[in-house]
Nanobody
Framework: QVQLVESGGGLVQAGGSLRLSCSAS????????MGWFRQAPGKEREFVTR????????YYADSVKGRFTISRDNAKKTVYLQMTSLMPEDTAVYYC?????????????????WGQGTQVTVSS
């Protein structure tokens, strides 16, 4: 059974930083592409970033490029999202997702496994 558990969300002021973590179990983590998505109230879930199996390839949505950094520790089966220069429009529930096929997708349908989400709220 695949489980993805996010942590690290919370309330932060604009300009601040947060680091999200996603711990994975039940899948071959080292060969999985890991992604982060987010969903703001009243909006559809959107792609944030993803990292391939050995971290050789990362890709970011334009809205977070230069502010967010994705990384992974295959020994710990954990993927991280370091968020800096946070803005109120970054407020959302952030979801970790896994693609065990190791593809380069940015669409939700590319990721069969999802965490429960963690709330990030950025105050102005």
């Amino acid at each position: 059974q695949v489980q993805l558990v996010e942590s690290g969300g919370g309330l932060v002021q604009a300009g601040g930083s947060l680091r999200l973590s996603c711990s994975a179990s039940g899948l071959t983590f080292s060969s999985s592409t890991m992604g982060w998505f987010r969903q703001a109230p009243g909006k559809e879930r959107e792609f944030v970033t993803r990292i391939t199996l050995r971290g050789r390839s990362t890709y970011y949505a334009d809205s977070v490029k230069g502010r967010f950094t994705i990384s992974r520790d295959n020994a710990k089966k954990t993927v991280y999202l370091q968020m800096t220069s946070l803005m109120p429009e970054d407020t959302a529930v952030y979801y970790c997702a896994a693609d065990p096929n190791g593809r380069l997708g940015t669409a939700s349908v590319s990721y069969p496994y999802w965490g429960q989400g963690t709330q990030v709220t950025v105050s102005s």
